[in-house]
């Protein structure tokens, strides 16, 4: 499939076939997932953030994995963030439940943002949407991972050196590595690496 054509009407086109595919399949886990998170911790099941996306704020689905006010807990926590600024992650956070640490190792906790493809929001492959708060750090060089759709995966992701970028920088030069060389090809490429990661329980 040519690039043109594939992006102006086959991206759209496998993004809806693809996630609605995946919600049907996926929705007894969902309840089983469900279940779990409302065992495990008090609080929503379902977390929503407030993300930036090519055409400005939306509303973006995860599972919960997080204790209660897991956002308030992150200011003091910020002397051990192992990203780059405007960034935050840990490899230890202690703010993720035990049931939360499996639905991230396997990347089950990104599944309901199948319902922002759906809604149009964001495509499966794509720049990952920075949340609105990080957002306001950002510099104009790193606002050009905005020019096209958020996506559920991107190719920082499946990078083999992903977790050896020193800067945030880092990430947006492979965000628009990927803008640049968009097709078919390299979106179909993602995809079988993120099915890799996730059965092989690494993680993105």
Known sequence: MKSGLYLKY?????DVCLSFSALVVLLPLFLIIAI???LD???PIIYKSTVVGNKGPFVWYKFRTMIKDAEKLKKRLWDKNEAAWPMFKMKDDPRITKVGKILRRFFIDESPQFFN???GDASIIGPRPPDAL???HF?????KKLQVKSGI???WQVSKNHKKYDSFDDWVREDLRYIESMSFALDLKIMFKTIWHMLSGKGL
């Open 10 to 14: 086959g991206k759209r086109l496998v």
């Open 36 to 38: 779990a998170i409302k």
């Open 41 to 43: 911790s008090p609080g």
């Open 117 to 119: 493809v759906l809604k």
């Open 134 to 136: 990080e957002y306001k």
């Open 139 to 143: 510099t104009e060089f790193q606002k």
């Open 153 to 155: 995966v991107c190719l």
